[in-house]
């Protein structure tokens, strides 16, 4: 379990160009599990997603972690939509984030050489990542934010375009983090997904939580209509 | 057109017959040009970056000050240079002018917003790829400089390379600065202009020829030892 749980978002808003993106939301993270986050196109799940990871500027309100905020940005990462490759090797860009950190060179390459062979990349270790097919990218990135060890580790919909086989393989990998105590917070359109990984999850419409609860209720029995109709497929206007 | 042959005839004969003026002049060329490269490198090459990354007050302005000095009149550089280096001049106790040195003063500062600005460019997309990565881990600003720089490496090449272009090519200031001492500043441009001015077009030409060489020489080697064009990606 991480010290540096619960997160408290206390009345965010995030507006642009005079537009609500987010907000008013009140929330807290507990310490433990994986939140999964759902909700329609532009409903603020990003937004809210990259508020709590202290990258987006907020207009009003406050996130807070339990621990001070300078060592909360060091302990935790982020895996994007659309995996960002450094235009290095393989290795080179699984090496960069501890030689962000100064970590000493035996170390980085046993923590290199476990990544790599648990994404099965340890073959095309020396290829340019921007070569990488996109399954393979994604993964990539995973283990780039993993391997600093987070105590937090947000994803905004990992596996969106992905194939079975490289979802499931990005869930493994999941599922193993969150053993070791990982805390997870993601995004995903894949209602299979979040019922495979939640242990609670969010709603968002609108630009705010519509609904939230503990997996087993949000999933069977969804308090709100608007909740049931995205369930069923409906389009929520 | 008899010209143009003649003088390639006796460009070749000067290069076979390894000409001591020939070779002294050319090396000074790339003694001057290519210490105002690495200067001007060092200055423009992590500038053009930080402009790239960093927002601040008067960004947009030193930018278009930068786009604007590109197009900086090497004559009047080195006209200033010169009032700065001459006797009476605020640097005059240095001794510095028709020296070598004042030649590399004058090209830095022509070279050095070139660069910058390609840089800049260069920078910009890089940036905007990795913005959102850099930001999550949590880099410094000096990371964020020296990741950019080594990711991009290649552009930077081009911007640099650019710059040796205009060095080795211009003649204004370093005539200026310079005075196109026989054996002490005399440089490719400067005996350039001198032979044509004294109406021997062969000399000239030869000598034309000859830097024009160098600089495709200078060029395919630094491609060929950083090894552009040979990865996919590029």
Redesign the interface.
């Given at each position: 379990m991480s010290m540096m749980l619960p997160l408290t978002l206390k009345d965010v808003v995030v507006r642009r160009r005079g537009k609500r993106l987010l907000g008013p939301v009140n929330l807290t993270l507990r310490p433990e599990g994986l939140t999964m986050i759902v909700g329609p196109n532009g409903s603020g799940k990003t937004t809210l997603l990259r508020v709590m990871?202290g990258?987006e500027r907020l207009s009003d309100g406050s996130a807070t972690w339990a621990v001070a905020e300078e060592e909360a940005?060091?302990r935790q990462?982020?895996v994007?939509q659309t995996p960002?490759m450094?235009?290095?090797t393989v290795a080179d860009n699984l090496r960069?984030?501890l030689q962000?950190i100064a970590t000493p060179r035996a170390e980085i390459e046993t923590s290199v050489n476990h990544w790599a062979r648990r994404i099965g990349l340890e073959a095309r270790m020396g290829l340019?990542a921007?070569?990488l097919s996109g399954g393979e990218k994604q993964k990539l990135a995973l283990a780039r934010a993993l391997i600093r060890k987070p105590d937090v580790l947000f994803l905004d919909e990992p596996c969106a375009n992905l194939d079975g086989a490289s979802t499931r393989d990005i869930e493994s990998i999941l599922q193993t983090a969150l053993t070791e105590k990982t805390r997870i917070i993601m995004t995903t359109h894949d209602l299979g997904q979040a019922r495979r990984l939640a242990g609670d999850a969010l709603f968002m419409l609108h630009g705010v939580v519509h609904e939230r609860g503990p997996a087993s209720d949000f999933f069977s029995t969804p308090q709100t209509a608007e909740l049931q109709a995205f369930f069923r497929g409906d389009i929520i206007a | 057109m008899n010209d143009i042959l003649e003088g390639l005839v006796s460009a070749f004969w000067l290069v076979v017959t390894f000409d001591t003026d020939l070779m002294q002049i050319s090396l000074r060329s790339l003694q001057v040009s290519l210490s105002a490269l690495v200067i001007a490198s060092v200055i423009a090459l992590p500038l053009g970056t930080f402009l790239a990354i960093r927002r601040f007050r008067y960004r947009r302005l030193t930018i278009s000050l930068l786009n604007a000095l590109m197009g900086l009149p090497p004559v009047v550089v080195g006209l200033i240079v010169y009032i700065l280096l001459s006797r009476s001049g605020p640097f005059g106790v240095l001794g510095l002018l028709f020296t070598p040195t004042a030649m590399i003063i004058a090209q830095v500062i022509i070279i050095t917003p070139l660069i910058a600005s390609i840089t800049h460019q260069a920078m910009r997309e890089l940036w905007a790829e990795y913005h959102d990565l850099l930001i999550s881990l949590n880099t410094s600003g000096w990371q964020r400089i020296k990741t950019l720089i080594w990711d991009g490496r290649r552009n930077l090449l081009t911007a640099s390379l650019a710059g040796f272009g205009r060095a080795i090519g211009e003649v204004g200031a370093i005539m200026i600065v310079g005075g196109n001492i026989d054996n002490a500043t005399r440089v490719l441009t400067t005996a350039i202009a001198l032979e044509t001015g004294k109406g021997d077009f062969a000399l000239a030409l030869a000598l034309g020829f000859v830097l024009i060489a160098l600089a495709i020489g200078i060029n395919i080697s630094i491609h060929w030892l950083s090894r552009t064009e040979r990865e996919g990606r590029w």
């Open positions: 990871h990258v940005r060091h990462a982020y994007f960002i450094l235009r290095r960069y984030p962000l340019q921007t070569r | -």
